[in-house]
Every structure is written in structure tokens, then in C-alpha cells.
């Protein structure tokens, strides 16, 4: 039954270790396969059978010492390699490195030493002094270690030490029962490798319980990770996004600056100029050439400030959101002979300007399509206050489109570039009655701006 364990325990670290890749299952493995072939010594007939294979190639005398040394020898690398795998399965090595290292060097001195003085013992024919050496050396080395290991887990592992910790107690004092009751006759002991089996069993026990509790904070670790891999991804698409529009609304600005203050200047010097030609030539013909040019330029004039205004919105700042909307929609009414009505609802909060003008870039944007494509009569804009909500809508009377054949100009990847940096939800609906666009926006959820 303990081989049959065992052989289960291998292949559970084994996949363990494919599926974490945590090298402490691989020392773990080790462990289990020397403690295999340590519990098949305790079998009479597997010792028997390979003591009398020793014998034929050694003789009989050579196989009793060597298979004796040998015993011992493969508890002190199992015993090793259970304690290295008990250092990382209790992070010490993450905590406490050198202490660790410390004690991963002191087991491979321990390990190379007995090595050393098996060959040694071997030759002089003298396996009890390695039993001895075994006993009142490496033992309690061990026990130290062990008990100064409880400790700095105690201080430094996570919660799921607790479990792996009960286990290792009852393993030890389970083992060290065994084998006084093997060497000292006065107890006793009829069978005193039971114990031993009885310490693997609860160990293995707790350790399971230990085991599901540690993967699952490994995996808690791996999705924290992961989600700050994914939130901080999120961070640069958002800073780039909003570098860019940003940068688009400076470029705007200069543009605006640029129009009102060089363009419509010029435009003004050319009027200028032309009503002193009018006086210096003045004649009917003169007069009214120069009436009708000075109307054009009026007109270039006008359209300079009105595209000016849209590029830079200024009345944002004087007039605020609800303000500048109401203007812009009064303008596009009175330029472009389209009724646009306008109406806001619930109380008016504060957001900043940034999140002020990409509200109103969207429907200063859709507002521009309905008068260029929907061949509408009547529009309707709506902006309703509920926190921590926005509600926007533009809706028209129109003749609709049809989202397979509708083209995503400059003016549509604007506002799907707004809507998706303040994390908008948006809802669209065309027929041949009109178009309408429903833009939902939770200020809890967009990334914080100036």
C-alpha cells in the first residue's frame, strides 16, 4: 500500500511540476522516489533480492555492509531532498534568501559528507560507525534545521503553512518513533516501521490541503499580475488616446488663431483696399463690382469666424457645456435653415473641460452629419444630467443610413476615439424615419484629466 502511495505521489508531483513549473515539485519528486525505494528496503523479500544480487558480484560479507550503508545513505538523500522541497513550498526562499541558501548549502555538505564516509565505512567494513555517524550527527543536524525552519515559517510563510506545517510535525515525530522503536529493543516495538507509514500518510494528508490552498493563492497571484498587465496596457492606450486628442484640439486652436487672426485680417485689408479704389475710380460700373465683391468677402468673412469658433470653442469656457451647445445649434439653425432643438434635463454637475469638449466635439460632430447627409428637416439634441450619468442624444428626420454601406469618415473615428477614452457606451438606430445616437457616459469610469 506505502509503494502504491508512493508511486501516486511521484506522478502528482510530476504534473504538478509540468503544469506549475515551481521547482520546489521537483525536489518533491526526488523525494518520493528515494522514499520509494527506501519503503521497497523494508520489504523482506525485495531487501533479500537485492542484497543476494549484491552477493553474487561482491560476496556475502561485502553485500550485508554495503546494503546496510546503503539503507542509511538513501534516508539521508531523501530526507535532503524533502527538506529543500519544505523551503520552497514554504517561500523561505522568496523571504528569507539567506537563510535559505544557508541551509541548502548545509544539506549538500551533509549530503557529500555522508557520501564520503559510506565509501570510507565500506572499505573498513564498519557500517555500524556510519549508523552512529547517522545517528548522532546527521540527526540532529536535521533537528535543528528543522526546528529553526518551524520558526522562520511561522514569521515569514503564508497561511497556507499551517497545514503543511501540522503535517511535517506529525511526519517527524512519526519517523523519529520509528526509528527509536528500530534501534532501541527496551520499547518494544513490534513493528515500528508502522509509524513511519502512519507520519507519511498524514503528511501527505495536510500537505494536499496545503498544496490546493498554495495554487490557489499562485493562481490568485497570477490573475493579480495579469490584471495589472492588462490595467496598465489599458493606461497607455488611454494616455495615448488622450495625447492625441489632446493634440488635436491644440492643432484646432492654432488653426482657429490662425484663420481669425491671418486669413480674416487679410480678407478685412482687402476690403479695405478696394473701398479706397472705389473713391479714387468711382463710377456705377466700379460701384457695383466693387458692392459685390465686398459682399463675398462679407459672406468669407463670416464663414472664417463661424468655422474659426467651431475649430476653437471659446464659448466653453465663457458660456460653459449647456451654453456652447445652445449656441452651436442656434448658429447651424440660422446658417443651414434646419430646425435643431435643444433641451437638457436633470441638474447640471461638474465635470472638467476635457471631458466638456469631447461632449461637445461628439455633437458638434453629429450634428455636422445631420446637416451634410441626412437631408433632415428637424433635429433634436438632448443631454440629460443624472449622476453619475450623461446621457446624450441626436436624433433627426432624416432619410438613415445604412450601417453596411456608411462610410467611417474623419468625423466618425473622432467620436469613436472620444466615446472609447471616456469609456462610453453608445446606441444606434437608423431608418428611413431618421437616425438617432444614444451615448451613455458613467464619469465614475473615465480615466482621470485635467
Do not use: W
Not at 496596457?233 to 486628442?245: F, S, T, V
Not at 443624472?386 to 450601417?403: E, Q, T, W
Not at 438606430?429 to 437616425?435: A, L, V
Amino acid at each position: 500500500m506505502a509503494i502504491s502511495f508512493q508511486l501516486l505521489f511521484i506522478i502528482i508531483s510530476g504534473v504538478i511540476f509540468i503544469y506549475l513549473r515551481e521547482k520546489s515539485f521537483k525536489f518533491y519528486s526526488l523525494y518520493n522516489f528515494f522514499l520509494l525505494l527506501y519503503l521497497m528496503s523494508r520489504n523482506d523479500d525485495y531487501y533479500n533480492l537485492f542484497e543476494g544480487a549484491v552477493a553474487y558480484l561482491f560476496g556475502a560479507q561485502q553485500a550485508d555492509v554495503f546494503v546496510r550503508i546503503l539503507n542509511f545513505f538513501i534516508q539521508i538523500v531523501f530526507y535532503n531532498f524533502y527538506s529543500i522541497f519544505a523551503l520552497y513550498f514554504l517561500d523561505l526562499d522568496k523571504h528569507i534568501k539567506k537563510y535559505f541558501n544557508r541551509v541548502v548549502l548545509i544539506l549538500k555538505i551533509l549530503g557529500l559528507l555522508f557520501l564520503g564516509f559510506g565509501i570510507v565505512c565500506y572499505f573498513l567494513q564498519i557500517p555500524d560507525f556510519y549508523i552512529s555517524l547517522y545517528t548522532f550527527l546527521y540527526l540532529p543536524v536535521m533537528l535543528t534545521i528543522f526546528i529553526l525552519s518551524v520558526l522562520k515559517a511561522i514569521r515569514y510563510s503564508g497561511k497556507h503553512k499551517n497545514f503543511f506545517l501540522v503535517g511535517v510535525c506529525f511526519y517527524v515525530m512519526c519517523a523519529l518513533i520509528s526509528f527509536a522503536g528500530t534501534f532501541i529493543p527496551s520499547l518494544n516495538m513490534s513493528n515500528p516501521i508502522s509509524f513511519f507509514y502512519v507520519g507519511i500518510i498524514i503528511e501527505t494528508i495536510f500537505f494536499s490541503l496545503g498544496l490546493a490552498y498554495k495554487i490557489k493563492l499562485i493562481n490568485d497571484e497570477k490573475n493579480r499580475v495579469h490584471n495589472l498587465v492588462i490595467q496598465h496596457r489599458h493606461q497607455q492606450q488611454i494616455g495615448k488616446m488622450q495625447g492625441l486628442l489632446e493634440g488635436e484640439e491644440k492643432e484646432r486652436k492654432r488653426i482657429a488663431e490662425e484663420l481669425h487672426d491671418g486669413i480674416a485680417g487679410d480678407l478685412s485689408a482687402i476690403k479695405f483696399n478696394f473701398t479706397l479704389l472705389n473713391k479714387e475710380h468711382e463710377s456705377e460700373e466700379n460701384n457695383n463690382v466693387l458692392n459685390e465683391v465686398s459682399i463675398i468677402i462679407d459672406k468669407s468673412c463670416q464663414q472664417l469666424r463661424e468655422i474659426s469658433h467651431n475649430l476653437s470653442p471659446s464659448t466653453i469656457t465663457n458660456l460653459g457645456l449647456l451654453g456652447a451647445v445652445d449656441l452651436f445649434c442656434k448658429k447651424v439653425e440660422h446658417l443651414y435653415g434646419i430646425e435643431i432643438i435643444f433641451l437638457s434635463k436633470g441638474d447640471d454637475f461638474f465635470i472638467t473641460k476635457t471631458v466638456e469638449t469631447h461632449i461637445y466635439r461628439i455633437i458638434q460632430e453629429l450634428v455636422n452629419n445631420v446637416v451634410k447627409h441626412s437631408e433632415a428637416k428637424c433635429a433634436h439634441v438632448e443631454i440629460d444630467f443624472a449622476f453619475p450619468y450623461i446621457h446624450i442624444l441626436v436624433k433627426d428626420n432624416g432619410k438613415g443610413f445604412s450601417s453596411e454601406t456608411v462610410s467611417k469618415g474623419i468625423g466618425l473615428s473622432n467620436i469613436d476615439s472620444r466615446l472609447r477614452f471616456m469609456n462610453a457606451q453608445v446606441k444606434k438606430d437608423s431608418s428611413q424615419k431618421g437616425t438617432s445616437f444614444q451615448i451613455t457616459i458613467n464619469l465614475d469610469k473615465i480615466p482621470e484629466t485635467p
